[in-house]
């Protein structure tokens, strides 16, 4: 039997909340789908920017929490993502950290703290358990973590992310702890 990850392309609406790199309308409810976290349970938003004010339903969660360095999104856990994620059962982790160095001086923390996508991708399976799924959206096409830092994991889904003419593509990108 072959295994061939989901690969698909969405075309999404513009954002409805007023906030430099937020979500294109229509990603967040198809994001949790695909991380397989229903509605209700918790998922970690890491680089949440402000996420909770997502206005689609299906998309922030009633038990969800936010990772974030700026103190003014008022994040629940405030601190830097390229640390420890903080460990609870959640049932999945979305991260949409500034894609470059550019887009990072659009934030509080700026550049000097941009965490890699693959240390984000890392430190998330760290916290998850197994069957668990981390999804990274970005610019970059992530890799797994090495197989010398004894954390298994498996490629669930590629996704492109168009949000109509004339913007950069974005990838996201679903791994599941093994």
């Given amino acids: 039997m072959n295994y061939r990850p989901i690969t698909d392309v969405w075309i999404l609406a513009r954002p409805k909340v007023k906030y430099y790199g937020a979500y294109p309308n229509g990603f967040l409810e198809r994001a949790r789908v695909l991380v397989g976290a229903p509605i209700d349970e918790p998922v970690l938003h890491v ?3 402000r996420v909770r004010e997502y206005p689609v339903r299906g998309g922030f969660g009633p038990n969800d929490k936010t990772l974030d360095l700026d103190p003014a999104l008022e994040p629940d856990y405030l601190q830097d993502a ?8 959640w049932a999945g982790v979305l991260i949409d950290r500034p ?6 001086e659009h934030y509080v923390p700026g550049q000097s ?34 197989k010398s830092s004894k954390i298994e994991s498996k490629l669930i889904a590629l996704v492109g992310v168009f949000m109509g003419y004339n913007n950069r593509a974005r990838c996201f990108t679903v791994f599941e702890r093994r």
């Fill in 113 to 146: 703290v941009l965490p890699t996508a693959n240390e984000l991708v890392r430190n998330a399976l760290k916290v998850l358990d197994v069957g668990r799924r981390v999804g990274i959206l970005d610019y970059m096409f992530p890799s797994p973590p090495p």
């Fill in 99 to 104: 894609y470059t160095g550019e887009d990072a």
């Fill in 47 to 49: 680089c949440g920017g």
């Fill in 82 to 89: 390229r640390g420890a994620f903080p460990a609870a059962s």
